[in-house]
Every structure is written in C-alpha cells, then in structure tokens.
Nanobody
Framework: VQLQASGGGLVQAGGSLRLSCAASGRIYSSAVMGWFRQVPGKEREFVALIRWNRASTYYADSVKGRFTISSDNRKNTVYLQMDSLKPEDTAVYYC???????????????WGQGTLVTVSS
C-alpha cells in the first residue's frame, strides 16, 4: 500500500483546508485510515480516523467539531476537512493505514509522506 497526501498550504486563522490521501494497492474493508500531525521537536499526535467501510469515525478532542474525516472508496481516497483553523493546528499532517481502530501511531503500518499546513494568526 502506498499513500500520497496532498492539500496542505498556508491559511489564515479561521480559514479552511481540505487534505486528501490517495491510496494505491489493496485496502481491505476493515482497514482503518488515520490522520496524524507533527510539529518539529514534538511527538506525532493523532488527529482523526475512519474505518474504510465508513462505519465509524473518531477525533482527537483538540479537533472535534472543527475537522471532518471522510472517505471515497471508489477513489481510494480519504479526506480531512479542516475548518476554523487555529495557529496551533500548524504541523505536518500524515495519513496512515492500519488494521486496528486505534489512535496509536504504532498500530498503523503504512504512512504517507506528509503535507505541511501552516495557519497564520
């Protein structure tokens, strides 16, 4: 499985961005797709996840109500709609795929290359 993340950029606080993660290869219906983010010098942190069959989603408290994760199985793509962005959302965002419904990065086997999101105040 290969993952290609895109959609990052520079946005003002309060603005929106949509990240995309295109997957190539076989994605099982029970797979879990996750978004994580990392600021230099800090641990990578969980943002959101979705089961590939879209049965359920889960969000970090810090983004709940502002970010929405979704998937388009026909396009093998997962999206992260980010609204009401804050400067503290600035980070490199990574998508990943795993087999467990988990917010722990070690439960994810494949990772995209990351896309930078910068939110200016």
């Amino acid at each position: 499985v290969q993952l290609q993340a895109s959609g990052g950029g520079l946005v003002q606080a309060g603005g929106s961005l949509r990240l995309s993660c295109a997957a190539s290869g076989r994605i099982y219906s029970s797979a879990v797709m996750g978004w994580f983010r990392q600021v230099p010098g800090k641990e990578r942190e969980f943002v959101a996840l979705i089961r590939w069959n879209r049965a359920s989603t889960y969000y970090a408290d810090s983004v709940k109500g502002r970010f929405t994760i979704s998937s388009d199985n026909r396009k093998n793509t997962v999206y992260l709609q980010m609204d009401s962005l804050k400067p503290e959302d600035t980070a490199v965002y990574y998508c990943a795929v795993g087999s467990r419904y988990s917010s722990q990065q070690y439960d994810y086997n494949y990772w995209g290359q990351g896309t930078l999101v910068t939110v200016s105040s």
